[in-house]
């Protein structure tokens, strides 16, 4: 029902799945670890940050009232399904889901998902043990796909690294995780393990409108890179007459200043962008997006973050490609005219949210 921790951070990815699974959580917080609180009733608001635990019957009714209300507003959004994302004055914009897994696909139907923005695909590596065959990933990739029925799916390639472990990937330890052998950097150098979902995902391209976006690039070099990679890709199934569609877009996340900064060149690569807010803010701040007691300081309003995610829409439109956002910020209500004054094409937030952002495109200006 949900979940409340002591340590972590509201940035880290437990906190990110806990909102694409719509479980309220409360994360970092100084609730005493003791068996005074053991088997006893706990209602957890996860609005105001509270935690009621043994409550009296007053609190408990109205909490009971709340909940009532709250499920209230869910179903007067409801009339907003098969609504267009579309302003005052006519402007329209994507909205998209972000998963973790097929598992949340029922999710992303439910809310009316224009399409999944992003497909965090490193979760199929982290809820196992050994590494997932190509078979295996084509299977998954293939369900996402014919379950969206012609709807884009956007699949991150894996982002293994800083917060999210693998044991059997068997990484050498390092200082700086966050900084480190991590997303693509691991995919560059261990070219293997990325062919295999490589040919994983343009097998399943066969079969829905799949795209894929790589995470945290810095260079051209890299893009070039995966492109050669991807050459020899689609070389092998041709020759193995496998069937994969050949216009598969391709796109990257922008999550790091250096993107940011070479985002015209890059933007002549791709065919879109996809902004990870939640690195971008980490990187252009310097500020470990997992350090609970530095959360004081990680403020994704800050003007840098915004004026960097102008500057990639400004070059991604000069270069007549799209761009959305797929960091938590895509959510975030109070930015949402700003991201429209900027041009976003496209926002992908967890699935509850496709709702109420609907609402608040639509209130706009
Ligand atoms: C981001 O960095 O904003 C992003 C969407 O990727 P992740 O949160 O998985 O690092
Ligand atoms: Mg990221």
Known sequence: LSFVTVHGSVNSHTAILARTMSIPALIG????????????????????GCIYVDPDEDTLSKMQ?????????????QTLKGRENITIDG??????????????????????????????????????????????????????????????????????????KCDYFEMEPEENPAMGCRAIRICLTRPEIFKTQLRALYRASAYGQIAIMFPMI???????????????????????????????????MIETPAAVMMSRELAKEVDFFSVGTNDLTQYTLAIDRQNQKLDAFYDPHHPAVLAMIRMAAENAHAEGKWIGICGELGADLELTEEFLSMGLDELSVSPAMVLPLRKKIRESK
Do not use: C, H, W
Not at 65 to 77: A, F, G, H, I
Not at 99 to 119: E, M, P, R, T
Not at 219 to 243: D, F
């Open 65 to 77: 009232q709340l909940k009532q209300e709250e499920q209230e507003k869910k179903e007067l959004l």
């Open 218 to 252: 810095i260079s051209v070099k890299e893009v070039k890179q995966i492109k050669v990679i991807i050459e020899e890709v689609k070389e092998e199934l041709r020759e193995a007459q496998i069937p994969f569609r050949e216009d598969v877009e391709l796109g990257i």
């Open 91 to 164: 402007k329209k914009i994507m909205l998209y889901a972000n998963i973790g897994n097929s598992k949340d696909l029922a999710a992303v139907l439910q809310n009316d998902a224009g399409g999944i923005g992003l497909f965090r695909s490193e979760f199929l590596y982290l809820e196992r043990e050994t590494f997932p065959t190509e078979e295996e990933q084509f299977q998954i990739y293939r369900t996402v796909a014919e379950t969206m029925a012609g709807k884009p799916v956007i699949i991150r390639t894996l982002d293994i690294g800083a917060d999210k």
């Open 29 to 48: 917080t100084d609730i005493p670890l003791t068996d005074a609180i053991d088997g006893k009733l706990g209602i957890v608001d996860g609005r105001n």
